[in-house]
């Protein structure tokens, strides 16, 4: 047995994964262990998660992989303040001290941490290598998506020195053969406006995305003053408008005043028809770039098939318009395409491209449905549940699904622990929160209820694969909810004269179709297609609500409040339940409902996390 742990840290999203003869076996980011969001410390939890999943000690791990280069990086970071000095120094001052104490020690502080996994690990053993960032991602796309051949695009806010690149993946080899340097950079662009919309960088990025459809693309013709887009995709950013390289904000007075305000101060202000509408022209231009950027790939090198990673890969709007331009004629996406997944990448490339160990294609992809995390024996549910003082009932698999199927077409919330825990940041039926999505007030209810989130936000549908085309204008499987479709004209409702005149979040409470739950207000959603052979449970509970009520849709979720990590344990779930409106909490083949538990466990989860 050849046994390759990846590692990711000390930027945002922490990860551990394992591959076991090169197949993927196990994966988990740091967060879910932590409960802080994007945890960014030594995924010390989730290496002990995979390893103890294989049944290892670290001693006896083959190869160890970090998913980046630490003296790269920073090389990177002294250059940036030689070429904008004096500029730089504030932030120069700030982050040398932490780089220097730790950073560029990385290797024996790494050797350091994984010491405190098992005594008896040789820091001297020499099997602990380094990846290259945009690698790694390339390799996470690549490797385990279901193409012999492939184009890979990858692109973020920065790794070393690469933000976005593009790559040909063929067997065994990944080659990457393009690369746009910091400091121009698509996702710190799109960071920028972040920042500037009053959102969190690095988390509210999809906020943002949300926000688009309320706004119309009214500042691409500023934007077009800060980037400059070649026709071949490529781009370059005028820093005059940022402070990103030299300061401790995202953009600058130059910046505030070519769109006539400074950044919203999300604490006292509201979201205005201005924010919308620079969402919406944010939107526009990086998927301009990235259309751009995929048609000269497909071009230049022939191939059919692209796979995505990267931050800017999760936005699963972009991808959905690649695919509608039919650039390429299949696409996949690494459904852990932030730094998680860059765990993962580093793996796989030392086993492909280093070691040269061949590479048997799955034709459905080699994620196992993004199902890599932790899971829990109906045992260890019983007995975590009887330890917190939850009241539940036993059922049969069957009984289970009948009773929850019935809840939902009700109107219940629901709160969904099944089986392992997703890799990556999106719910996928393993750890969500379900609801009906032909309610009109289910998406205003779950926000503010159980999410305590903005309203605008939109909810995923899940819908077995097979009715895909039925109810969206594509056929793209999208296992991993990566891919925004329309929905199918004879579904919707058309707008009145009367709604036609409504601005920005107006339109909010507007019945748009026969799913109103799940459809954005342009029509949109981002789809989740549920298939039997990964998650057959979920497949048949969503195949039971279609008995009861004609309708093969779930609203989807991830099952967390805002500002808190997806739940990892049975305890997480049951706190989650007791700190929002949920009604029925279904764990394994434990029922629960809300109204039999002991008042006295109440949480106020409403303060509970840090608003993101």
Same mark, same amino acid.
């Given at each position: 047995m050849k046994t390759i742990l990846? !590692?990711?840290?000390? #930027?945002?999203?922490?990860?551990?994964?394992?591959? $076991?003869?090169?197949?993927?076996?196990?994966?988990?980011?740091?967060?879910?262990?932590?409960?802080i969001k994007h945890d960014s410390n030594y995924p010390h939890n989730s290496i002990e998660f995979v390893l103890s999943f294989v049944g290892i000690k670290l001693s006896e791990v083959d190869h160890i992989i970090f998913f980046e280069k630490p003296f790269l990086k920073f090389e990177r970071l002294l250059e940036t303040y030689v070429a904008f000095a004096p500029r730089g120094f504030l932030s120069f001052s700030k982050a040398m001290p932490v780089w220097i104490n730790e950073k560029l020690f990385q290797k024996n502080l790494l050797l350091n941490k994984l010491k405190n996994h098992d005594e008896s690990y040789d820091k001297k053993k020499g099997n602990l290598f380094f990846s290259d960032h945009h690698l790694s991602h390339a390799a996470s796309a690549f490797f385990?998506?279901?193409?012999?051949?492939?184009? $890979?695009?990858?692109?973020?806010?920065?790794?070393?020195?690469?933000t976005t690149t593009v790559a040909i993946g063929n067997k065994n080899k990944l080659e990457i053969k393009k690369e746009i340097h910091f400091p121009h950079s698509l996702g710190l662009l799109y960071s920028a406006f972040t920042y500037y919309t009053g959102f969190k960088?690095?988390?509210?990025?999809? *906020?943002?995305? /949300?926000?688009?459809?309320?706004?119309?693309?009214?500042?691409? =013709?500023? !934007?077009?003053?800060?980037?400059?887009?070649?026709?071949?995709?490529?781009?370059? %950013?005028?820093? &005059?408008?940022?402070?990103?390289?030299?300061?401790?904000?995202?953009t600058n007075s130059k910046f505030n005043n070519l769109f006539g305000q400074k950044p919203r101060d999300a604490k006292k202000e509201k979201l205005t028809q201005f924010h919308m509408d620079i969402a919406s022209s944010i939107q526009k231009i990086t998927e301009d770039v990235m259309i751009k950027l995929? *048609?000269?790939?497909?071009?230049? #090198?022939?191939?059919?098939?692209?796979?995505?990673?990267?931050g800017v890969a999760l936005n699963c709007v972009a991808n959905g318009k690649i695919l509608e331009e039919k650039i390429f004629e299949n696409i996949w996406v690494q459904p852990a395409a932030g730094d998680a997944g860059g765990a993962l990448g580093a793996a796989l490339a030392l086993w492909h491209i280093e070691q040269d160990n061949p590479r048997i294609v799955n034709l459905n992809d080699d994620m196992s449905g993004s199902y890599l995390g932790p899971e829990y024996t109906q045992e260890e549910i019983e007995n975590e549940l009887h330890r917190i003082g939850a009241k539940f009932q036993f059922l049969s698999e069957d009984e289970i699904i009948n009773k929850t199927s019935n809840d939902l077409s009700k109107g219940d919330a629901i709160g969904w622990f099944q089986g392992r825990m997703?890799?990556?940041?999106?719910?996928?039926?393993?750890?969500?929160? %379900? /609801?009906?999505?032909?309610?009109?007030?289910?998406? +205003? =209810?779950? =926000? %503010? +209820?159980?999410?305590?989130?903005? &309203?605008?936000?939109?909810?995923?549908? &899940?819908?077995?694969? @097979?009715?895909? /085309?039925?109810?969206?204008n594509t056929n793209s499987k999208s296992p991993y909810m990566l891919m925004v479709s329309k929905v199918k004209k004879d579904k919707r409702i058309s707008?009145?004269? @009367?709604?036609?005149?409504?601005?920005?979040?107006? *339109? %909010?409470?507007?019945?748009?179709?026969?799913?109103?739950? !799940?459809?954005? $207000?342009? #029509?949109?959603?981002?789809?989740?297609?549920?298939?039997?052979?990964?998650?057959?449970?979920?497949? *048949?509970?969503?195949?039971?609500?279609?008995?009861?009520?004609?309708?093969?849709?779930?609203v989807n979720t991830s099952f967390n409040v805002r500002g808190e990590p997806i739940v990892n344990t049975p305890e997480d779930a049951f706190n989650c339940f007791m700190g929002t409106e949920i009604d029925k909490l279904i764990i394994g083949n434990c029922y629960l409902d809300k109204k039999d538990q002991n008042k006295s466990l109440k949480k106020d989860y409403s303060k509970e996390f840090e608003l993101d």
């Open positions: 990846g !590692i990711s840290a000390f #930027y945002h999203d922490s990860a551990a994964c394992i591959l $076991v003869n090169g197949k993927i076996v196990a994966a988990a980011q740091e967060e879910r262990f932590t409960r385990p998506s279901p193409f012999n051949q492939a184009v $890979v695009i990858t692109a973020d806010g920065v790794g070393e020195w690469a960088v690095n988390s509210g990025e999809y *906020k943002l995305m /949300g926000l688009a459809p309320y706004g119309k693309p009214n500042y691409v =013709n500023q !934007i077009l003053k800060i980037i400059d887009i070649k026709e071949d995709g490529s781009f370059r %950013l005028d820093q &005059s408008y940022f402070s990103y390289a030299t300061g401790l904000t995202m995929a *048609k000269t790939a497909r071009q230049e #090198y022939g191939l059919k098939n692209l796979c995505l990673a990267g997703e890799f990556g940041p999106r719910a996928l039926g393993g750890r969500s929160i %379900l /609801g009906d999505p032909r309610s009109p007030n289910m998406q +205003k =209810n779950l =926000n %503010l +209820k159980v999410k305590y989130r903005e &309203s605008f936000r939109p909810f995923a549908p &899940s819908i077995l694969a @097979e009715e895909l /085309g039925k109810w969206f707008m009145t004269d @009367e709604d036609k005149k409504l601005f920005g979040i107006e *339109k %909010l409470n507007l019945k748009r179709s026969d799913v109103p739950a !799940i459809t954005h $207000v342009d #029509y949109s959603a981002r789809i989740q297609t549920v298939h039997e052979n990964t998650n057959p449970k979920y497949y *048949k509970l969503i195949k039971k609500f279609k008995e009861i009520t004609g309708c093969p849709i779930l």
